[in-house]
């Protein structure tokens, strides 16, 4: 067994992040700005030359002669690392690369600043290195929004409720009331962030050990942890929760309501002013002219629209991660021990290929989910929920889908049956059952394998979960909170 480094043993170790508002000057605003954009440039330059050194890889004779071994052959592992040796794809490398550029920027950006947006440059290269990414982007104008240290000791640094950083000192808000940061602040700091977001600037502590516990005004914890088993039938925009003690149909994020006329009024004159003041980079047609390379002039009303934008998506972000957090707590205060189907939501993101006709011979629309998951963000939640749940020593059970098949299955003919996506009930014997709420009750009872349900389990539980399926069925009928239609109520 291979040895853990100090670098692997740090990992390893709990961390969270305590994230607080700056208060900087104009002036400071400015600097901040421009070294973000200085991290950006360094961020491509970085991507730059490891594309040039890949692409040097890949065209060798080595390389090509590696990609015909077999895959499973433990050789071919150690001559392609021996290759990204030689070609100069390691983390190492790139620090080296990077040198010259700090030097070059030491007003602005330190050693350990500059060092780690090449790692966090050279992380991502991996995705190409290893295929499981077509094309590692470059960073626009604005699209780096933070930068971070390696330490607290040198570099970006907290010192006495005041940001350090290279000839700046930022005041931090901390409020006196807010017992969890006061908390927070007691464990060691292992490194500094700073992030902006919007119009605002943040500096982001991250923490060693596990968060403070959170407690209510009598001294108690907020936050329940239950003892119980849960099962979640996850979809794009609704959870069907089972426990034993109960039965719940809720829509993910319900707080978010997207003003999509609002964002395409301002999409619709952003690009109007984008045009007006870039001639150049449109042929006659109105297509984009990809040989255009001049940089991209920006108006101050476009700036101001940005502005507008940038604000409505970063509120709707902050909504959805509150209420995936809520939901999360809720869960973990039935149980930790939690069962979920494991879902690609990158598959249900993408339009349908073939092109289908109705009844009428008009052309199906080949859209999916993509609007439903960009607004109700489901593989957000899952993560959420399974950090808090390693927090407590546990973590999420992802079932095997395609071998339990929870959407097919009926505990009492013991058979599998295959549904229509349109159908939302279910017959299980005589009883007209939601088929969310049915499939996280079968998903509660996967046997340890996480691959078949244990069907003796399904019939002992099986009236105590129809009690509470009525009784849920019944408070969304009466409710007057909007009901979504893949609910079927």
């Not at 692409?55 to 499973?72: C, D, G, I, W």
């Not at 205060?333 to 979920?340: K, W, Y």
Request: hydrophobic share 30%.
């Amino acid at each position: 067994m291979a040895k853990r480094t100090k670098k692997t043993k740090e990992k390893l170790k709990p961390n969270f992040v305590l994230t607080l508002k700056l208060d900087p000057e104009l002036y400071q605003e400015d600097i901040l700005d421009k070294r973000l954009d200085i991290g950006r440039r360094i961020y491509n330059a970085c991507l730059n030359e490891l594309n040039k050194r890949y692409r040097l890889m890949v065209e060798s004779k080595e390389y090509q002669s590696a990609q015909k071994m077999p895959k499973t052959e433990t050789s071919r592992n150690l001559v392609l690392q021996e290759l990204n040796r030689k070609y100069r794809l390691t983390e190492y490398s790139i620090h080296q690369f990077v040198k010259p550029m700090q030097h070059h920027f030491k007003k602005n950006l330190d050693s350990h600043t500059v060092q780690k947006i090449a790692t966090r440059c050279f992380e991502a290269f991996k995705g190409k290195i290893y295929h499981t990414a077509k094309t590692i982007h470059f960073k626009k104008y604005g699209e780096l929004q933070s930068l971070e240290g390696k330490t607290n000791a040198a570099g970006i640094k907290f010192r006495n409720k005041t940001l350090v950083w290279n000839g700046l000192s930022i005041r931090v808000l901390i409020d006196p009331t807010d017992v969890y940061a006061q908390m927070a602040l007691l464990q060691p700091i292992k490194y500094c962030r700073v992030l902006k977001s919007g119009t605002n600037y943040y500096l982001q502590l991250v923490l060693g050990g596990f968060p403070p516990v959170k407690l209510d005004k009598n001294g108690e914890f907020r936050h329940k942890v239950g003892s119980s088993k849960v099962g979640i039938d996850i979809g794009p925009q609704t959870a069907g929760i089972t426990s034993e003690e109960t039965v719940s149909l809720l829509e993910l994020a319900p707080v978010i309501e997207t003003p999509y006329r609002k964002i395409r009024q301002l999409q619709r004159k952003m690009d109007r002013s984008r045009r007006a003041t870039n001639p150049n980079k449109y042929k006659a047609n109105g297509t984009f002219n990809r040989s255009n390379n001049d940089r991209w002039v920006k108006s101050k009303h476009y700036q101001l629209d940005q502005l507008k934008l940038q604000r409505i998506q970063g509120k709707l972000k902050s909504l959805r991660k509150q209420s995936h957090n809520r939901l999360a707590n809720e869960i973990i205060s039935l149980g930790t021990e939690v069962n979920v189907e494991t879902m690609s939501f990158k598959g249900l993101q993408k339009r349908a290929k073939k092109t289908t006709k109705n009844e009428k011979g008009k052309i199906n629309r080949k859209k999916r989910f993509g609007k439903s998951l960009a607004n109700k963000a489901p593989a957000m939640f899952l993560n959420i929920l399974d950090n808090k749940l390693k927090h407590l020593g546990t973590e999420l059970h992802r079932i095997k889908t395609a071998e339990v098949k929870a959407s097919q299955y009926n505990h009492v003919e013991d058979d599998y049956v295959k549904k229509e996506l349109s159908e939302r009930w279910s017959m299980i014997g005589n009883d007209k059952i939601q088929r969310d709420l049915y499939s996280s009750f079968l998903i509660l009872h996967v046997n340890p394998d996480l691959s078949t349900i244990n069907r003796q389990q399904c019939l002992e539980t099986y009236s105590r979960f129809k009690t509470l399926h009525d009784r849920e069925i019944e408070r969304l009928k009466t409710s007057t909170n909007r009901k979504l239609v893949s609910m079927g109520i």
